[in-house]
Every structure is written in C-alpha cells, then in structure tokens.
C-alpha cells in the first residue's frame, strides 16, 4: 500500500469553506494515516504465528478505515464517518486482547466460524431460493463439516474489553459509537430542534451528534493505540513519531472537551 501524496481537502457543499480548527484536526489526522501507511509498507515476508497473521490484518485493515473516514468527512458526514470510528475501536479491543492473550485470535476465528455457522442454518430453514451454483445438498454438505468442527464460545465485546484493559473506554467512548450507528434516541437526538415558544420541533439534516474536530481526534488517538498493540504483537520497532503525535492527539481531545464543555453552559 503506497502513501497518497497530502492534498486539499475537498470544498463539498455540506463544508465549503472549513474553519482553522477543522484543518487543523484534518491535517493532524492525515499526519498519523501516513505514518500508518508507512508502517504497513515496511511488513517483511516473515514466519508468522496466528496471532500474528491476524493482527498485520486488523492493521492494515485500520488504515484502510482511516483513509475511508478522511473522505467521508470531507464531505460533512460526521455521524457516517464515526461508523467507522466505532470500527476502528474494535480493531483495538481485538489487538487490545491478543496482546494480553495470544490464543485470543484463534478464539476470534473460531468466533468467526460459529457466526457463519449460524447464517448458514438460517438460510437453510428460510427457504429461499439458492443461487444456482449453489445446491441445497452443497449446503447441507457446509453445515455437516462446520459441525464436526469446534466452533468455540461467542467472545463478547465486553469481554474482549475486559482483557484488553478498556473496559472503561468501552463503556463511555464505544455505547456513545454504538448510538450513533444503531440511531438510538440519543443518536437522533440531534436531528430534533425544539421549538418551546411556538410548540413546535424543527427537523435539522445538517447535523452530527459529535463535532467532526473532536472525531478526528478520536481517530487519531485510536489508531495511534492500534499502531502501538501491532508493534508490540508483531515485534517491530515503533517509528519514533508516535510520542509526538500521540501529545497532539492529546491536546487535540482536551481543546475538544472544553468547547464541548462551554458550548454547554
């Protein structure tokens, strides 16, 4: 994966002219991508164990993510772009998890397994039609041999949390993720304008329910974190920029929470 060259963000409709504050976040988070990106271009061919193999992809697969969410803010779709914010933490947990306990990515394989299993019986007593290069007995012929095979206990969110050591950033940082993906009320919430006075509720598409400034942040700080696990798992030397971004990120976070903070009061 070759590094993209920096370039002007893109003057969208929904963001034609973005503040200071928004460069400055976008700018930052373009620096930890590249930085990322060039972690991931020096992987060797090397002999690697499961928890090694899985965790080079959970990295590569994060700065795919990163890049991904950069577009979408461009175009001032916060809430869309903190999908896969959420993404990226459970990146973390996983590596988070694995570093704590390697047998944890066959746990997570095994997980993986038990979860098709299951869509596959579903399609089973559905149905619906098959594709036609796929017959019934195919199917059933599947589900046979996936049965013979230990697919292990389902591995929790939580759980993985709990062994990572982010059971609190799970419970603040990801149900707040989660709300926004799953458009809970606290989700939508944004999306109401109340009208006291004249009884009335204004409906307002233009929004986000976190600031994109304090998203990219968040990104940032996150991937950070999965560049930091993916080292120590895979052994690699860390690049000596990460002490540097990583206190950015940190101012970052904190002007976020004070605005937040007085925009409040």
């Not at 972690?39 to 499961?50: G, M, P, V």
């Not at 590569?60 to 175009?75: D, E």
């Amino acid at each position: 994966m070759k590094n993209s060259q920096a370039h002007q963000p893109l003057r969208s409709m929904e963001n034609p002219k973005p503040t200071p504050e928004w460069l400055h976040a976008y700018r930052h988070l373009e620096k930890v991508k590249t930085l990322c990106q060039d972690h991931a271009d020096s992987f060797q061919a090397r002999k690697s164990t499961l928890s090694e193999l899985w965790s080079s992809s959970l990295f590569l697969r994060s700065t795919v993510a990163v890049q991904a969410a950069m577009l979408i803010f461009n175009h001032g779709l916060n809430d869309d772009a903190s999908n896969i914010i959420r993404s990226l933490f459970e990146i973390q947990l996983q590596l988070g998890a694995i570093n704590a306990e390697p047998a944890t990515a066959f746990r997570l394989m095994q997980d993986t397994e038990g979860r098709r299993l299951k869509r596959l019986k579903a399609l089973r007593d559905s149905g619906v039609e098959l594709p036609s290069d796929f017959s019934a007995t195919d199917l059933a012929n599947e589900i046979a041999q996936m049965e013979k095979e230990k697919t292990g206990r389902e591995i929790k969110k939580r759980e993985l949390a709990e062994n990572a050591g982010l059971l609190n950033e799970y419970t603040m940082v990801y149900s707040l993720l989660s709300d926004i993906t799953h458009v809970s009320p606290t989700g939508l919430a944004n999306y109401f304008e109340g009208d006291l006075e004249n009884r009335k509720v204004i409906l307002n598409a233009n929004t986000s329910a976190l600031s994109a400034e304090y998203l990219m942040a968040m990104a940032a700080a996150i991937q950070l974190n999965i560049l930091v696990l993916a080292a120590k798992i895979l052994q690699d030397e860390l690049p000596s920029q990460v002490t540097e971004l990583n206190q950015e990120t940190r101012t970052l976070l904190q002007a976020r929470a004070i605005v937040s903070e007085e925009s409040r009061a």
